[in-house]
């Protein structure tokens, strides 16, 4: 169990006797919740970790064959669950930890009693009459730019994603957690991310579900989470009224009373 904490950075805050285990999104750590963690530590046992590879996780541990799909960052999830020995957990999963999420919980269901994704999208590339949001030409060049220049992606990708609604100093957090990421990890873990499919793994999930959307969210656009939500058996659909791909940064109030509504019932 020792190897399993240390290796991927688990922290554990409260006393309650329920689970809320929260999953970082590409290009940031477990400091991603830190607007939102503490308001469930009075009810609930919250754990907060890192994958291997980001933030204060072993990077000795990071493989590139072992991450060269979501299935290995899903192996982080359950390994985490395993040796804390939890079940029936409530998983809170953003962005690409969502499809994360899923795949954890298509293999190990007992694991986990509610699931709850926060901007997700089974694909992110459009692809016939599906709506993803991306065309593979913009795709190219993202991934062009994250080889040869990973600080100007930085700079160029994070205040998007984080909505230019929001403020600037928001804007400059994520810049910053995006440039505080290995650029090898980073470039493996986007490609990771941006290339995978899991629509035709939505209809088999068995654990209860909640999609997040959020508005001009450039990442997970409306398609997106109406799609998972049409797809996924027992899946609730809600859209907060904020902007942006990160909510638990720029509205965490929001992410907080959507997430307790949910589990609490």
């Not at 970082?24 to 477990?30: E, I, L």
């Not at 995978?196 to 209860?208: E, G, Q, W």
Request: proline share 4%.
């Amino acid at each position: 169990m020792t190897d399993i904490i240390k290796r991927n950075n688990v922290k554990i805050f409260g006393n309650g006797e329920k689970v809320i285990l929260f999953a970082h999104g590409f290009g940031g750590d477990q400091t991603a919740w830190r607007y939102v963690f503490d308001a469930f530590t009075d009810d609930y046992k919250v754990i907060l970790f890192d994958y291997v590879g980001t933030g204060n996780s072993d990077h000795s541990a990071y493989k590139p064959e072992l991450y060269n799909s979501l299935r290995g960052f899903a192996q982080d999830v359950l390994d985490i669950c395993k040796a804390l020995q939890l079940n029936q957990v409530i998983y809170v999963g953003h962005s690409v930890s969502s499809m994360i999420g899923l795949l954890a919980a298509l293999e190990k269901p007992e694991y986990f009693e509610k699931l709850v994704f926060l901007g997700p999208s089974a694909r992110y590339l459009n692809d016939g009459d599906y709506i993803g949001g991306l065309e593979r030409s913009d795709l190219d060049a993202l991934f062009e730019m994250l080889d040869h220049n990973y600080l100007g992606f930085s700079q160029m990708m994070a205040p998007a994603i984080m909505g230019e609604k929001n403020t600037i100093e928001k804007q400059n957090e994520l810049t910053d957690s995006f440039c505080a990421v290995d650029p090898a990890v980073s470039q493996n873990f986007a490609r990771v991310t941006l290339l995978s499919d899991h629509r035709a793994k939505l209809p088999f999930l068995t654990v209860p579900s909640l999609t997040l959307q959020c508005m001009d969210d450039v990442m997970a656009p409306e398609t997106a989470g109406q799609y998972i939500q049409k797809n996924t058996p027992g899946n609730t659909y809600l859209e907060l009224y904020t902007s942006g791909h990160c909510p638990h940064l720029s509205s965490p109030e929001k992410v907080i009373k959507a997430i307790k509504d949910y589990i609490q019932n």
